[in-house]
């Protein structure tokens, strides 16, 4: 498991007034069909995050002309194919991207600040737009180099290693909609909030069951229950996580035994897992890293014929694939957490275990139910650990964005890997080339003591780092009488000593990407001196 609040350990920059910009979005329609016809519903505050003040629409058509070429300051627009097909680019001084609109079931919400250009039009195209205002010929930008120039004056100054109020203007509006409604249906525990947002992850993860729990630290710690795993059960995992990981084998009753990670990408070692297994070994939790799945298949053969439970800390990994199959659905069963950092963030705490396990399903759901099916009736031990449904409400908004937004943080990641590359004393992470990573962080590794000094400038710059972690579980105080020292996992606590995580959301602008470049370049020479070696 992993925490990714913004703590004193996080290196943030001082805010700035300057206004972030919005992202382009496809969203759905409400749609409702029927053998006489489709019903067609886009309302203000539901489906688009402002409300309207024009309509017009676009038609007669030819097939090779273009419309477009222009940007808009303060105006919002919702874009809506209602016959044919139409290619809408969106453009900034950084980046370019493109979206088909064929049908009239999904709209394209275009925020102020980008150009446009729309064109690809389908024979008898028919095209709706709806806008925050009325015409104002001095909100357009019709030259590109006036939008270049005017869209440098309004850059940020600071690049904030996360910013969640950016996603207000995203998704706030639908939420707080949702929200309200659980609150007007008076169903304040359990009901159809969650029962619906539990189906719709588990089809999301491609696994039978998903059932939600209080928050991340209690999907691991109930699925060990729920697995008959306590006193005199040893459960492995690797020394580089978040503790929480550690805590879940505490709260279940069991020993924690820790082993070391890949040098390449934190992950736990195969290897050494295989080392730790012994007749007392009852389950090993591998975490998906920063987003990045460990190497399942290999820890499934290590656990075939043995009864050992593999559980997935899945907490940093929402969307992430493994050979092709979502990480959620590749052991006994796995925990998620929800907290609002992560790549699908709740309001506050929040987590769910996944499993194809159904027995397993029913268990996890009694433990954390006060071990109870009936009221005043209670069958075995349990705990109070349920999903709220108000929090199950904002992520069933959420979870339909889920793929698009990793998709960004991807498209981020690459940037970063390309713009970065060749830098003495700098290490970037590498990725399996069976895995599909979400990025929910980007940490680079820092050679020869530097790390500081590279935070420090670029906090002079304004961009905001994290570091994940600053500390191995084996060296944490709780832990001293475990009898861990230093050296015990190497790789490990070289990796607390050199990593620093970039910014990287799906809310960062391409612009924002390149100026942690550009910063990070400065700090480092493109090749290496003579003579000198690297040492990581």
């Known amino acids: 498991m992993s925490s990714d609040a913004v703590s004193s350990a996080s290196r943030q920059p001082a805010p700035d007034e300057e206004v972030v910009t919005e992202l382009p979005q496809v969203?759905?329609?409400?749609?409702?069909?029927?053998?006489?016809?489709?019903?067609?519903?886009?309302?203000?505050?539901?489906?688009?995050?402002?409300?309207?003040?024009?309509?017009y629409f676009l038609t007669n058509l030819a097939e090779d002309s273009a419309r477009g070429?222009?940007?808009?300051?303060?105006?919002?627009?919702?874009?809506v194919c209602l016959r044919g097909a139409v290619t809408i680019d969106i453009r900034t001084p950084s980046e370019t991207r493109s979206f088909r609109l064929d049908a009239p079931d999904r709209a394209l919400i275009l925020p102020p600040g980008y150009w446009r250009h729309l064109h690809g039009f389908a024979e008898g195209t028919l095209v709706g737009v709806l806008a925050s205002a009325n015409y104002d010929e001095t909100d357009y930008l019709r030259n590109w180099n006036d939008y270049t120039a005017w869209h440098a004056a309004r850059r940020r100054k600071t690049v904030p290693?996360?910013?969640?109020?950016?996603?207000?203007?995203?998704?706030g509006h639908r939420m707080a909609d949702a929200m309200r409604e659980v609150v007007v249906s008076g169903q304040l525990i359990g009901g159809p909030q969650v029962e619906d947002f539990e189906r719709a992850f588990a089809a999301y993860c491609g696994t039978e069951e998903a059932i939600?729990?209080?928050?991340?630290?209690q999907a691991l710690t109930l699925a060990l229950r729920a697995y008959g795993i306590g006193p005199g059960d040893e459960v492995i995992l690797p020394a580089n996580t978040f503790i929480a990981t550690a805590f879940a084998v505490l709260e279940a009753g069991a020993v924690p035994v820790l082993v070391d990670v890949e040098e390449a990408t934190g992950l736990i070692s195969v290897a050494a897992t295989r080392t730790a297994i012994t007749e007392k070994t009852a389950a090993i939790i591998p975490v998906h890293l920063y987003g990045h799945p460990a190497d399942m298949d290999a820890l499934v053969e290590l656990v075939r014929n043995r009864q050992i439970m593999?559980?997935?800390?899945?907490?940093?990994?929402?969307?992430?694939?493994?050979?092709?199959?979502?990480?959620?659905?590749?052991?006994?069963?796995?925990?998620?957490?929800?907290?609002?950092?992560?790549?699908?963030?709740?309001?506050?705490?929040?987590?769910?275990?996944?499993?194809?396990?159904?027995?397993?399903?029913?268990?996890?759901?009694?433990?954390?139910n006060y071990g109870s099916q009936q009221k005043y009736e209670h069958v075995t031990f349990g705990t109070n650990s349920r999903l709220d449904p108000l929090q199950?409400?904002?992520?069933?908004?959420?979870?339909?964005?889920?793929?698009?937004?990793?998709?960004?943080?991807?498209?981020?990641?690459?940037?970063?890997?390309?713009?970065l590359a060749g830098l003495y004393g700098l290490a970037l992470p590498h990725v399996h080339a069976w895995a599909e990573p979400v990025w929910h962080?980007?940490?680079?590794?820092?050679?020869?003591?530097?790390?500081d000094a590279l935070i420090a400038h670029l906090t002079a710059q304004g961009i905001g780092t994290n570091i994940h972690y600053p500390k191995p579980i084996h060296l944490q105080d709780c832990f001293r009488k475990r009898g861990w020292k230093h050296g015990n996992?190497?790789?490990?606590?070289?990796?607390?000593?050199?990593?620093?995580?970039?910014?990287?959301?799906?809310?960062h602008t391409a612009d924002e990407i390149d100026r942690v470049i550009v910063a990070v370049r400065e700090f480092f020479p493109a090749q290496a001196p003579v003579s000198a070696e690297i040492v990581l």
Not at 212 to 217: A, D, Q
Not at 392 to 398: D, H, I, P, R, Y
């Open 489 to 507: 996992f190497p790789v490990s606590e070289r990796l607390a000593q050199q990593l620093v995580s970039l910014p990287l959301d799906p809310t």
């Open 441 to 451: 962080v980007f940490p680079v590794r820092v050679a020869g003591g530097r790390r």
């Open 161 to 171: 290693y996360l910013d969640l109020a950016r996603y207000a203007p995203l998704v």
């Open 212 to 217: 939600g729990v209080g928050n991340g630290l």
């Open 310 to 368: 593999l559980l997935e800390d899945a907490c940093q990994a929402h969307g992430a694939r493994y050979k092709g199959r979502r990480c959620g659905a590749l052991g006994d069963a796995a925990a998620f957490s929800f907290y609002p950092t992560k790549n699908l963030g709740a309001l506050g705490d929040a987590g769910a275990v996944t499993t194809g396990d159904r027995r397993l399903a029913e268990r996890i759901r009694l433990a954390g």
């Open 69 to 79: 070429e222009h940007a808009h300051k303060t105006l919002r627009q919702v874009f």
């Open 27 to 55: 969203v759905p329609i409400q749609s409702i069909y029927r053998p006489d016809g489709t019903l067609g519903v886009i309302e203000s505050y539901r489906h688009s995050p402002f409300s309207y003040a024009r309509f």
């Open 392 to 419: 199950a409400a904002a992520l069933k908004v959420k979870l339909p964005h889920l793929d698009g937004w990793n998709a960004r943080r991807a498209d981020h990641a690459t940037r970063y890997l390309a713009g």
